[in-house]
């Protein structure tokens, strides 16, 4: 407080002292000043409220998942974490991930569990993400956000996936972030990519063997188309 010749006063704020503050709280800075003349001086108190407002956390992500697919594997999952914080005294975060339906967050305790679609296009695989589980033809994989800001893709072994051929991928990117509940969700991309690997041809047939040729070599040529 700067306090003029005049009578008038000036104050400044130290920001890094109130940040702490959150939305609806306050605190009070009171001064105490002397008023006179020759005759003497009496006390007066100046009274400055300061009100708190709404910081929005401060986010990072791990920015890229990558999966490659492999035929008969049903357990190939990564993962990557949210790192928040908030300067706001009482504020609660919250984690999710940002759809087209708004921020899906983990408030209620529970974690988010969204779903990979996949389709075909022009000899491109697109990828979208959606919040009811898609045909098990177009299953990409399953995208969760646990309540402590770790999340994790799930790669499907689903056909749409196996017919990505070696040196192909497809690529999602989503929004993962937080948010304290006052404000707008802080999100960051977060890049998905599905890479193709070669598939081992499957091969099947029948030989009818009689009794009287039991003792019998026989031999398969497989010729590739």
Known sequence: LVLHNDGSYT??????????????????????????????????????????????????????????????????????????QDVDTGDTLCFGIKTEDGFQSTEHETPVTL????????GELKLSLVSEKPEEENLVGTLTMNIDGTYSFALEDSDVVRALKAGESAELTVQ???????????????????????????????INVGEEQMDNVFTLDVTPD
């Not at 929005?56 to 993962?79: A, C, K, N, R, Y």
């Open 11 to 84: 104050y400044t704020v130290n920001y890094d002292e109130v940040q702490y503050l959150a939305q609806g709280e306050s605190e009070q800075d009171i001064f105490t000043v002397a008023v006179g003349n020759n005759g003497g001086h009496s006390l007066a108190t100046i009274t400055v409220n300061v009100h708190g407002t709404n910081d929005l956390p401060t986010v990072t992500v791990t920015p890229v998942l990558t999966v490659q697919e492999q035929h008969g594997v049903t357990d190939i999952t990564v993962s990557g974490r949210v790192e928040a």
């Open 115 to 122: 779903y990979v679609s996949g389709t075909w296009e022009n």
């Open 176 to 206: 993962i972030g937080a948010t304290d509940g006052h404000g707008d969700a802080v999100t960051r991309p977060v890049t998905i990519t599905v890479h193709g690997s070669n598939e081992a041809p499957e091969i099947s047939t029948n």
